[in-house]
Nanobody, 114 residues
Framework: QVQLVESGGGLVQAGGSLRLSCAAS????????MGWYRQAPRKQRELVAT???????NYADSVKGRFTISRDNAKNTVYLQMNSLKPEDTAVYYC????????WGQGTQVTVSS
């Protein structure tokens, strides 16, 4: 069984910053990739950023230049540094872990006020 524990969400004013963390624990033998997705009200869940075990990153166009994904392989933890936040970044942010299966965190709310 694999558990993902997210933290770091909250309320911030536009232009501000937040840092999300997601720690994986449990029966983890090999992590292929970790990433962040988000879902705003009445919208589909969408990719924010992903990072492979080797460090290759991928970002949604809407966050490029503002968000940075990183990971600590030794701690099985992935981070998302979010700068220059905009009201349209408001969503529930979910951590995703890919091993031989796919696991999701419980989500953390990020609210950006204008």
């Amino acid at each position: 069984q694999v558990q993902l524990v997210e933290s770091g969400g909250g309320l911030v004013q536009a232009g501000g910053s937040l840092r999300l963390s997601c720690a994986a624990s449990g029966s983890i033998f090999s992590i292929n990739a970790m990433g962040w997705y988000r879902q705003a009200p009445r919208k589909q869940r969408e990719l924010v950023a992903t990072i492979t075990r080797g460090g290759t990153t991928n970002y949604a166009d809407s966050v490029k230049g503002r968000f940075t994904i990183s990971r600590d392989n030794a701690k099985n933890t992935v981070y998302l540094q979010m700068n220059s936040l905009k009201p349209e970044d408001t969503a529930v942010y979910y951590c995703r872990l890919v091993t031989g299966n796919i696991y999701w965190g419980q989500g953390t709310q990020v609210t950006v006020s204008s």
